[in-house]
């Protein structure tokens, strides 16, 4: 096996008619012109099978992409066991919150925050840390990839960043969720089959194939090493098993209360479309997590049968390099087209789903009885604001250090999303909670969670979102009680605001 060349003109070639061809694709599904709830929701012709490739496509970031065949690569699979979290998000989604969602028939996912707990401020509240949770993440989406990219084409960092910023604000400008949806389909597939055909060449070009693969596996410590921990009983400290529920609670709030998910969710109302939405990306998500984590080890045993071949490249990259320095020419540039596809998917739901909810949860509140008209056209100015504003701050991250900024964020953010999630679950799940005690419970779990992070570094990461839920539902609970005991009030509760509404 030889050295090969790196990034040819064919791949850079393959890799511009790739988003060029995106871009048309984009275009091509926002043909007839989309306004008020179809821009939001699509126009109801949208197939399930579509949408939850697309939910696939949004929750696999680049980040994942590079990183889960790295994890394998330079370490274990224990992280494999968070990919297995689905088995945990799916079912609770399914039971409780899609008939909820369904019956309420949202346009938002805030909007269930204002039905329930009959809150404007909540509703706002949510719609706001949703939105400054998207900038930052689609800022780091933009710029990762990127600087892989840049490395390995040799085309500046900043070029990349704004044509991929430029490609996903035309295509979620002009036709709203559909359009957001169908190109987020594409790139799915050209992610998966790119990800499945790599896997199929790399085994080929190990010696012993398959049985090499499975004896690295199960002899050493390559599948699970001796001194990673199963279970704890004290389950703030990192062990497989909070791996898996804190995983698992993390893709729930996800499910349940970011509107760049719960959106998909409001493209139908009929509730075994939603299953069958649910389940396709559950099951897609392990499948395509365990081609990654296998990628990886098989990675380790290339590298190991051809150390003359190995990379310096660091952990993160040594995918990205592989498919560079190994792979036929003309594939290379499928595959990195396919690294861009995953973030320009994400970037798309990003700008469309933060412009929804502006729109939606924010405008309305402000400016009454506004024409659909009015309302496209705002999520629109908004779409086109927000992806200027996240290209400039993924330029400043591709050009400073601000390494340690992008973990700062995203574990602060993580955090939002299990707060967030918390009120969700405190409003379906107890019908005697006020909107005092979802404000009380919301503010005591993130001041918990933060003194947390930054105080007591032996609670591992993964629990935060346990913890954030748990401390949400019982403090805001007895907030609620102590309310209603001292002020005599009875709480007027929307009966199918909650999960103990029974359908007739």
């Given at each position: 096996m030889n050295n090969m060349v790196g990034f040819t003109k064919i791949d850079f070639a393959?890799?511009?008619?790739?988003?060029?061809a995106v871009l048309f694709a984009g275009l091509f599904f926002s043909k007839k012109e989309m306004k008020g709830k179809e821009f939001f929701k699509g126009d109801g012709t949208i197939p399930w099978w579509v949408t939850s490739v697309s939910i696939f496509a949004t929750l696999l970031s680049p980040i994942s992409f590079l990183s889960l065949a790295g994890n394998s690569y330079g370490g274990t699979w224990i992280l494999w066991f968070a990919q297995l979290g689905m088995f945990i998000a799916v079912p609770l989604t399914i039971k409780f919150f899609l008939p909820l969602y369904?019956?309420?028939?949202l346009d938002t996912a805030y909007q269930y925050l204002?039905?329930?707990f009959d809150s404007k401020g909540l509703r706002i509240l949510g719609a706001l840390m949703f939105i400054i949770y998207q900038i930052g993440r689609m800022s780091i989406i933009m710029y990762l990839p990127s600087v892989v990219l840049a490395e390995l084409t040799g085309i500046s960092v900043n070029i990349l960043i704004i044509v991929m910023g430029i490609i996903a604000i035309i295509y979620s400008y002009t036709g709203g969720l559909?359009?957001?949806?169908?190109?987020?389909?594409?790139?799915?597939v050209v992610l998966i089959v790119g990800v499945i055909?790599?896997?199929?060449?790399?085994?080929?070009?190990?010696?012993?194939?398959?049985?090499?693969?499975?004896?690295?596996?199960?002899?050493g410590q390559k599948f699970i090493s001796s001194n990673e921990v199963i279970f704890d009983i004290n389950i703030l400290k990192s062990s497989v098993f909070i791996i898996f529920v804190g995983a698992g609670l993390n893709t729930f709030s996800s499910y349940v209360s970011s509107q760049d998910i719960v959106q998909r969710f409001t493209t139908t109302t009929n509730l075994k479309e939603l299953k069958k939405m649910t389940y396709g990306n559950g099951l897609l998500s392990i499948t395509v997590a365990t081609v990654f984590y296998l990628i990886g080890t098989c990675l380790f045993i290339f590298y190991t049968q051809n150390p003359e071949l190995a990379q310096t490249a660091k952990q993160d990259q040594i995918f990205a390099s592989y498919i560079a320095y190994q792979l036929p020419v003309g594939i290379t540039g499928i595959l990195l087209a396919a690294i861009y596809a995953a973030s320009q998917s994400t970037l798309s739901t990003g700008l469309n789903s933060v412009a929804t909810s502006w729109t939606l949860d924010i405008q309305t509140m402000i400016s009454k009885d506004m024409s659909f008209e009015r309302q496209t056209k705002i999520a629109q100015y908004i779409s086109l604001g927000v992806g200027i504003v996240a290209i400039g701050v993924s330029v400043v991250l591709a050009n400073g250090e601000?390494?340690?900024?992008?973990?700062?964020f995203n574990s602060f953010m993580g955090l939002v999303l299990g707060v967030l999630a918390g009120i969700f679950v405190l409003g379906a799940f107890c019908k005697s909670a006020t909107k005092f005690g979802a404000y009380i419970g919301f503010v005591v779990s993130a001041i918990l969670v933060v003194y947390?992070?930054?105080?007591?570094p032996d609670v591992t990461s993964w629990s935060y979102s346990l913890i954030t839920i748990t401390t949400s539902v019982i403090v805001g609970q007895i907030v609620s009680m102590i309310q209603l005991h001292i002020t005599k009030r009875k709480n007027n509760v929307r009966e199918d605001s909650t999960i103990y509404y029974e359908v007739n």
């Open positions: 393959i890799l511009v008619l790739y988003l060029v369904s019956r309420l028939d204002e039905i329930r559909k359009s957001v949806l169908w190109t987020d389909f594409i790139q799915g055909g790599t896997l199929f060449f790399l085994i080929a070009n190990i010696n012993g194939g398959v049985g090499t693969i499975m004896e690295t596996l199960t002899s601000i390494k340690s900024a992008y973990e700062w947390l992070k930054y105080n007591v």
